[in-house]
């Protein structure tokens, strides 16, 4: 059974930073592109980041573009999102995802909420 | 303002048949498979359709989808109370080089 489980979410002040992990179990994850998706409260589902399964790939939103890091530690199984300067609009749930382009995310964590606040 | 347009709400009686249009451009939905989201408050987002018009394992045979040229949707057959929730549909952008979504759908059982 696939499983991912994100940490790393908090409160934390506007131009600060965060890392978010992901650890994945129950599939080959070096097989796999993952993805962050986040959840903004009251305005909807929103793609943060790609990463192609050797790392080599990477995308990003363009709102999130130069301020946010994804990578990937394949012989762990753990997926990362570092996020600097963070913004009150940054604030989520954020979700690590598995899937592909074609035929979508069908496995998601249970979510880290991430809140920009002072 | 999303790429791809969705209206903000549907609604149907138990029962009847409700269906949401996602509208896009040749880059996105044009060139692409669409997928379909569906979203309970307090719970993880999940995979409702996809590639078009394929339900992974699980999602029940009242849902479908389809797509045409630009534009595609999700149909809810039989609706019930249990399918009051956010629906998204999303594709991959070959011009943004992102994956984009619409606004969501909120359907709600009268």
Request: hydrophobic share 35%; with cysteine.
């Amino acid at each position: 059974e696939v499983q991912l489980l994100e940490s790393g979410g908090g409160l934390v002040q506007p131009g600060g930073s965060l890392r978010l992990s992901c650890a994945a179990s129950g599939f080959t994850f070096s097989d796999s592109a993952m993805y962050w998706v986040r959840l903004v409260p009251g305005k909807g589902l929103e793609w943060v980041s790609a990463i192609s399964s050797s790392g080599f790939n990477i995308y990003y939103a363009d709102s999130v573009r130069g301020r946010f890091t994804i990578y990937r530690d394949n012989s762990k199984n753990l997926l990362y999102l570092q996020m600097n300067n963070l913004r009150a609009e940054d604030t989520a749930f954020y979700y690590c995802a598995k899937g592909d382009k074609i035929n979508g995310w069908g496995s998601w964590g249970q979510g880290a909420l991430v809140t920009v606040s002072s | 303002q999303s790429v791809l347009t969705q209206p903000p709400s549907a609604s149907g009686t138990p029962g009847q048949r409700v269906t949401i249009s996602c509208s896009g451009g040749s880059s996105n939905i044009g060139s692409n498979t669409v997928n379909w989201y569906q979203h309970l408050p307090g719970t993880a987002p999940k995979l409702l359709m996809s590639s078009n018009n394929q339900r992974p394992s699980g999602v029940p045979d009242r849902f479908s989808g389809s797509k045409s040229g630009t534009s595609a949707s999700l149909a809810i057959s039989g609706l019930q109370s249990e399918d009051e929730a956010d629906y998204y549909c999303a594709a991959w952008d070959d011009s943004l080089k992102a994956y984009v979504f619409g606004a969501g759908t909120e359907v709600t059982v009268l």
